[in-house]
């Protein structure tokens, strides 16, 4: 068949970007409802929840820890304090409103031949399994920093940014020096560090802090690269005299007693530190032998490459994608949309060569609270090749994405909360 009838055959199924067979068609036939368990209701697995929603067809459990949602998106302004926290934050009463089953709880291990996960406290089964959990922080890479972690909150994960917030409060008020260290990639939202560099230093001017931040770069340029001259530019220009950009300074240790960052152009003291640690997914994928830093995945499907029924999602998977929200949400979406046709026996699968379309990203860098650096980033991939990534970015920061920027906020969070 060619590609032009395959996508045509595609378009008439329930999911457009649906685009390959689960392979537990006997599973489905003998449930009466699939069952579908989401874990993580972050951007990933609330992408996922909403769209088998709406499906009607299977029974979802989501499994979360938190009470609720906080966006790390847009979080700067609060973390500089431009905004209070509650604009970030949003409830799962939507969610619980659609008849998810929520359990409010932790994973703690996948039994992939039982099809089951558990908590601490019960076993739920699955037919499918979507994994949306984020990531955690490598730690161990600077010694130092685990037996210090609460005087270093790092501020990438939903709720911590409160610590991070506290300690730009206190920088503020003292000045001195403020360190934040960016790791190599991959790593979340590549522009977050030097985003999270300029708010502060706005601040700064405005309430003529004595101090400056340094920004202890483990790479050549600010990250992603198609963004580093206007980041790089907004940095100088803007704030010079509260920002110093040092580049490729590998960090080595931490001294938290002595207050002193070893790195590889040597040690640099500090007052107060955000140290972005490398990051990969947590460890129950590993557990689960569903991959080593990350999950190893098929695309365009997000299948384990281990396992047919478990599909994972967001910043957990090792695509060269990045690690975006928005990315986490639109997958999230599809995932939702090939159980769906799975269930109703219209998924079919591309093939080889067939160019699919991948979820598509909107990323902000803010460089003040009334400029941002848009980036659209665009993805597809012709099955078993590597995916194509195509970057469109602002030259210079603007006053148009930073509105674009709430304004995506809000349109997003609606979409997945209400
Ligand atoms: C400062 C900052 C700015 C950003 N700006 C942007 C931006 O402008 N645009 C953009 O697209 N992206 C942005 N991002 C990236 C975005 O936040 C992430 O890519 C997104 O959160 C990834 O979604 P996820 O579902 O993979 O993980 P998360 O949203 O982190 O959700 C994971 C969820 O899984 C839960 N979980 C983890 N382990 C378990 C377990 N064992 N059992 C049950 N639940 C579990 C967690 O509690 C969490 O709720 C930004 C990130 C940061 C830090």
Known sequence: MSSLKRRTLLKGTA??????????????ATSPRPRVVVVGGGWGGLGAVRTLAAGGKVDITLIEPNDGF???????LYIAGYAPA?????????????????????????????????????????????????????EEALPGLAAAREQFPVGFRAFEQSAVQRQVAAFLEQGGNFIISVPKPPYRCPPAPYERACLIAQRMKEKATKGKIIVVDANKHPMPPPMARPMETAMREM?????EYITEADPKSIDAGRKVLSTSKGDIAFNH??????MRAPGLIRKAGLGERFATIELPTFQSKADKNVFIIGDSQGSPLPKSGHIAFGTGQQVGAQILATVDGKYREADLGDEVTLPAAICWGKVSTSLAIMINVNASVAVGDPPKIRYEVDQTANATSSKGAIDWGNSIWHAMLG
């Open 15 to 28: 999911a457009a970007t649906a685009v390959s067979v689960v392979g537990c068609a006997s599973q489905v």
């Open 239 to 243: 704030y010079g005299s509260q920002i």
């Open 70 to 76: 906080m966006s790390c998106p847009l979080s700067v």
């Open 273 to 278: 530190a955000n140290i972005i640690p490398p």
């Open 86 to 138: 509650s604009n970030f934050q949003r409830s799962y009463g939507a969610v619980d409103a659609l008849g998810v089953r929520p359990v409010k709880d932790r994973v703690v291990d996948i039994d992939r031949a039982g099809r089951t996960v558990k908590t601490a406290t019960q076993s739920i089964p699955y037919d499918f399994l979507v994994l949306a959990t984020g990531l955690e922080y490598m």
